[in-house]
Each structure stands twice: as C-alpha cells, then as structure tokens.
C-alpha cells in the first residue's frame, strides 16, 4: 500500500469531518463551510508542494573540476586526490568532484585563468606565481621569499595562520577567488648539469624559476633566471634552455627532472606552498551543508599532504641518489644570505601592500 503523507493524511481527515459537519447544518452555513474548508486545503497542499521543492532542490548535483600543475605522484597531487574522494564520499554523489594534474589542461596560468573564469571550480596554485600574477595580488610573492623562513614547521604555522588566510582571501576576494588548505611543498634546493658547491659556482648559469622572485634571486647570486612552467622544465633542461632548477627533493623526483639534472646543492634557500582556490561564485552558490563538507574535505586533504610530505622529502632524496645524482650539502650558506639581503628592501619598496604583508609573514614566530 502507498504510504500517505502525514500532512495529506490531516487534510483528507478534515475534509472528512467538515463534509460531516455540512450534513447536518442548513443550506447558509454550508456555503460558508465550503468556502473555508476549501482555503484549508489549499494551504495545506502549498505547504507538501514546498516541502516537495525543497527536497528536489537538495538533490542537485554539482560538478567540482579541480587541478594542479603539478604531478599526480607529487605530494600535492596526492593530497589533491585525496580531496576529490573526500568530496565524493562525504557529499554522498551530491557533488561529483574530479582532480587531473600536470598538464593535462595547460599551465599553471592557464589553469588559474580557467578558474577565474568559471571554466574550473577549483584550481591548487603557488599564491605568487598564480594568483601573484594579477593587480592587487603580487605581494603574494613573499610566501616564496629567499631565506625569509626559519624551517618547514614554521612555514606551516604562517601559512595556517588565521591573519594570513583571512590576508590571502582579501587579496584573491576582487579576482573571484577563496582560499584554503595551504599546503608546504618543502624547502626548496638547486638542481644542475653541472656541479655546484659553493656561490662563486653560481656564475652565469641559466636557471628557470616561476617568477620574479626568483629571477631576483638567481641574479643576486650571479646566475640568470629564466621564467617557465614547471611542467616545461624537463624538456628545457634536456636540450640544454637552461642549466638547471629549484624545488623539493620531492617535487624535482616526482617529476623525473634528475633525468637531466645530476647535482643537487643543498640550500633550504626557500620554501613554497599552495593554496585551494575556489571560484567564488561557485562556492557560494552551494548549499550551506555542502559548503560545510568542501572546507571540511579541504582541511583533510591538507593535513594528509602535510603527513606524507615530510617523509616523501626524505624517500625522494634517496631515490635520487640511487638514480646517479650527487648531493652537495652547501657550506657557506651565509654567503648566500648575505647576497640576498639586498632583495628585502627592494621589493618592500614596491608598495604598502608589500611591506604589510611582510610584516604579517615575520611576525609569526
């Protein structure tokens, strides 16, 4: 038998007593009773469609296209993984979430692009080097600082930092974008073709970096910085565009880039991060429970990034060893400090803005 619902059981019950109501009075109230019985009604009816609507509605489904620049096997695509099966567990298919990496749909501009745009509903970008790239925003440069850090636990305490997120979302906020989840790529050394072992072996080598920073940096150690994707270095470095890169242990094996590179310089010189970013608009379009489950899933997906970075860091330094690379641990570090100093004041010169955030970022301990 159909079950009936409650409130259509309660208007088939008055309807019932009102009808026998009607068979004993006189022909005027009648007319009256009518009258009202059938307003009853209808309230009542208006009443199951609502309710009808509201169930429709929450059974919508939502397409969440995600995606980093970086490689599935990198620790930031494994958290990005991660993510995307949190989604679509805990929205129970209300939201069907689906990851890709490197690039599959172009570079980390192009994605970032993608996302503004609405084209993607979340894209996993450097704050410097993605969303850095437009007005308003290129003081996010400072999370990849030269030497501005004191080691990775740190890093992780700033990026987490209730001020600094609530700073990075009021700077994304006019280009459509909320931020979450910042994620630590690791301290950040120097792959080569050829050896080097201490500053005066930086001279004149080409060195690709993400962005000015970097370019920067490379200069005021003697070498020259070329910018471009990290997905264009392995064929850059394989036919000799450039002498070498920098990132993680981790970063650097995940995407094979010891292939062309066989010295590796030790120098912690800087740390890099990324960050979710949503188009806001989409976000925002959510229910609020669904809401709910995209931030909860987002700080999951961090704290396991987190977990298995530190010991990937490690794994990945010893693959490359056994994959023909010599490791050089720098000794005159200091030398290399010293001769990035310079880059502080020059780039807190460049705005209000910049020095804010600097000081935001140095006042974390």
Known sequence: MKKIHKKQLAVVSLCTMMALSVIGCGTTSNTGTAASNTETAAAENQAIEEETKVAVTDTKTYDLRCSTN?????TV????????ELVNEKSEGRINCVANYGSELGSQAEQVAMA???DLEMVTAAPGTGPGAYEGCQQLMLFEFPFLFKDNDHYRRVMKNESVIEYVNNAVNPIGFTAMAGQSQGSRDILTNVPVEKLS?????VLRGPNAVYISMFE?????GITMDWNEIYTAMSQNVCNGCEGSPSSIHASALEDNGKYLAITN???????YFFNTDWLNSLPEDLQTIIRECANEAQTYQEEIDDEDQTVALEAMKENGVTVTEITDIDAWREACAPMTEEYLAKGEEWQNFYDLLTSID
């Open 70 to 74: 970086l490689a599935a096997t990198s």
């Open 77 to 84: 695509g494994q958290g990005l993984a991660r993510f995307a």
């Open 116 to 118: 503004m745009e609405g």
């Open 201 to 205: 072996d930086m001279e004149d080598l």
């Open 220 to 224: 005021a150690l003697g070498a020259v």
């Open 269 to 275: 010189h800087i740390i890099a991060c990324t960050y």
